[in-house]
Structure formats: structure tokens, C-alpha cells
């Protein structure tokens, strides 16, 4: 399946959840009930609040240098607005690059993983995983799994050990082998005691000292979750500083919107979209493509 159409199918519930409204609240006039209307459609589809005032404000703006007489043009309006507001300038890939995967359990960090390193072979790129998550053993099995399908190489201990270790092991054979990319798991929540934050500060602190090369922090966020993902945002930002979002499970919630209150309160890119299971459900994020796939 291509990529437009495994958006749209991605999509699809957000899209319900916003274009048909959209096409029932429209009757040919923008008035106040319209705008109220409106407002109700965006925030309900967890668009947030200050992203949803924004495009009111730039919706009147539009509607007044240009007749807007016809759904096709209240649609052509949304689109463009709501593009701009997800285009957010972003540095390229430099090789060789190092993004660390960081994120609440369950949210689909290792699989993220998995799927991005195997685009990046499919661009000839070679590939070191590190199993960053040393609290169970499940992850580090789970991740030894996707090397082998991608053909990546992977750097792991066993269960329970130092994750910093394992970081600071991966880098040298990273920088050993010269490969192009190289991709940290990390632990979604740890034992007892150690406290996740801590964590991942250390792990940190070890790749800034380590790698003088490129390094970003993706936040991996699960779509179902709404408005939660801000509160995620905000806690692994002021953490670790977030460089860009992988936000998946796209095919399973209406809550799609998220990304235009992250785009407006966090102004952090969004890099990839999950929308399903397989090895090629995963997308890069480009704004037009997603807001077609929703209006
Ligand atoms: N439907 C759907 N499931 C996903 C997506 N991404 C991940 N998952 C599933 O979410 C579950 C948790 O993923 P995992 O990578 O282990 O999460 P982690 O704890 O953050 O490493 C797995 O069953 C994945 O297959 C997605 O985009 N769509
Ligand atoms: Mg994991």
C-alpha cells in the first residue's frame, strides 16, 4: 500500500470525527453559530484549545479577504491553516545521527525502532540498535527481533543491567564501525527504585559526553491518549529537551488532532506517524499529507 492511502486508512477515525462534522456545521455562511460550531468540532477532536482559537482567528481572517461560499472552500481554508500551523522548521538528518526513543511503557517505542531502522537500511544507511531498556528481559528480546528483520546491528546486556552502559558500549561500537544511525530504546518505567527521569538523565548526560556527532531525543506518543500526551510533552522536555515526536497508534483513536496542540504549545516537530502493526506502518510526518487525511 502506498503512502497516501495507508494515511488515509490511518486516518480514517480522525477524519470521521472532523470532516463530516465539519460538512454538517457548514450551511453556506459563516456566522457566530458557525464559529461556535466550529470551535465545538475542533476541540472535540482533542485539537486543544489555544491551536483551536488560532484557527478560528486565521479562519475570520481568510473569510474576510476572500468570499468563502462553498464547503470546498471552507475545507480548502482548514487545510491550509491547519498545515501551516503543523510546519515547523527542523534541522535535516546529518549522518552519523544517534535519536534516543523516550516515552511512557507501552506507547510503541521498540516497535517504532524496529520500523524506523528498517527504512533507513532500505536507504542504505547501516544501523546499530541499542536495548536501552535493561529492565526486562522482554525488551531487549523484543528489539533483538526487529535487528534481524531490518539486518541492524544491536549492542545488549542482560536483563537488570546498567542501561547507561549499554549506551555508552553501543557508542564505542557505533563510532568502532562507523555506522550511520544509531537508535537508543529506553525504559518506559523501571523497578522500584530507580526513578525513570534519573534515568534517562544519566543515559544523557552519557551520549552528550560520548557523541559529538548529531543526537536527538524523540518522545514516542500513543494518538489514543489526547490531551494526556501534553502532560508526556512537557515532562520529557524538560527532562531530556524533545527534538521531535513519533506519534503512533494513528489507526486506532478519532484523536488524531493532538498534533496541532502539540505543534502550538511545544512548537517540537512531529517525525513520524504510526498507523498500525506491520513492519511498514510507520510514516514520515508531512503536514499537507496529514491534514488531507483529515479533512
Ligand atoms: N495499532 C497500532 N499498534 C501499535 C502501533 N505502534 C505500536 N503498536 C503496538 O503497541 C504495543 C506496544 O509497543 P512497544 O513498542 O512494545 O512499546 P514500548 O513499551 O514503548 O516499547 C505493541 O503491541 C505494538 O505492536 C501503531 O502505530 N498502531
Ligand atoms: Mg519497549
Redesign the pocket.
Known sequence: MGFFSKIFQ?LKKTKDAIANKLNAIFVGELNDEFYEDLEYVLISSDIGASATEEIIEEVKKVAKKQKIKTSEDLNKALRQIMANMLTIDDEEIEYPTLIS?V?????????????IANKFKKDGKSVLMIAG?TFRAA?SD?LTEWSLRSKSRIVKYTEGADPGAVVYDGIKSALAKKDDVVLV?TA?RLHNKSNLMEELKKIEKIINREWEYQHKNYL?I??TTGQNALSQVKMFNECVGIDGIVL?????TAKGGIVFAIAKEFGIPVKY?????GVD??EDFNAEEFVNGII
Open positions: 490511518g526513543f516515552g511512557v511503557n507501552g506507547v510503541g517505542k521498540t516497535t517504532a525502532i524496529g520500523r531498556d525488551a523484543q530504546d518506559g514516542v500513543d494518538a503512533t497508534k494513528l489507526d486506532g506517524v504510526g498507523v498500525g502493526e506502518d510507520i
